[in-house]
């Protein structure tokens, strides 16, 4: 069972909404991350938090903004989205954000922008 | 661009049979991770060997790593319907940047 926890599962948003996807983990993990799945493809990294501060951004447009208010709990705003940003939005974390650490998921949040 | 290659990309198999699904990659890694996620579910972590093993064990599961020829295999022995997924290898180049194969969708059929 995972204990990375996700909400909403589901999300539908207009191109014109403003909204949020929240991940909170209770493991004391330091690390935590975003990735963004489409449909029958493989997950991609889009965000990498370490000790709360943003590590690494894979060139992710501004239209997505995370933020790490504190070790247990990161946030991902959405704001004017577009249909193709349309996927499933995983969030996971690991002790540290260091190689050879497992990192664990969430069950991921379903966003459909229309 | 995708860092590992899975194959096959589906298998279907009868229960009690084993499953084998082979990933390649394409360059030097730290460490290589396999996922198994059930259909828009979240990923599951299942075994994580480092790149000075060549082969880990978790009950049902065996994987093995060969960094010369730059590729992995997991094998799932006596498989069960509730191991119906897919299944993803991640490599791990540095700084948890986990980097997902394609993929192989598994069937498991009663």
């Known amino acids: 069972d995972t204990e990375v926890t996700q909400t909403p599962k589901h999300l539908v948003m207009g191109m014109t909404n403003k909204k949020s996807l929240k991940c909170e983990q209770h493991?004391?993990?330091?690390?935590m991350y975003w990735y963004k799945q489409k449909a029958k493809k493989p997950p991609e990294l889009m965000f990498v938090y370490s000790y709360e501060k943003l590590s690494i951004n894979e060139s992710v447009p501004s239209r997505f903004s995370p933020e790490c208010p504190n070790s247990s709990l990161l946030n991902l705003h959405l704001h004017a989205l577009q249909p193709e940003d349309s996927a499933l939005y995983l969030c996971?974390?690991?002790?540290?954000?260091?190689?050879?650490?497992?990192?664990?998921f969430g069950e991921g949040s379903w966003l459909t922008v229309v | 661009s995708q860092q590992g290659e899975e194959d096959p990309q589906a298998l279907s198999i009868q229960e009690g049979e084993n499953a084998t699904m082979n990933c390649s990659y394409k360059t030097s890694i730290n460490n290589l991770q396999w996922y198994r996620q059930n259909s828009g579910r979240g990923l599951v972590h299942l075994i994580l060997?480092?790149?000075?093993?060549r082969e880990k064990h978790s009950g049902r599961l065996r994987v093995t790593l060969d960094t010369s020829k730059k590729s992995s295999s997991l094998l799932i022995t006596a498989s069960r319907a509730a191991d119906t997924a897919s299944y993803f290898c991640?490599?791990?180049?540095?700084?948890?940047?986990?980097?997902f194969g394609t993929g192989t969708r598994l069937l498991v059929s009663p």
């Open positions: 493991m004391g993990h330091r690390a």
């Open positions: 996971a974390s690991s002790q540290e954000a260091d190689t050879g650490n497992t990192i664990y």
């Open positions: 991640a490599t791990d180049t540095g700084f948890q940047k986990l980097v």
């Open positions: 060997i480092r790149s000075n093993e």
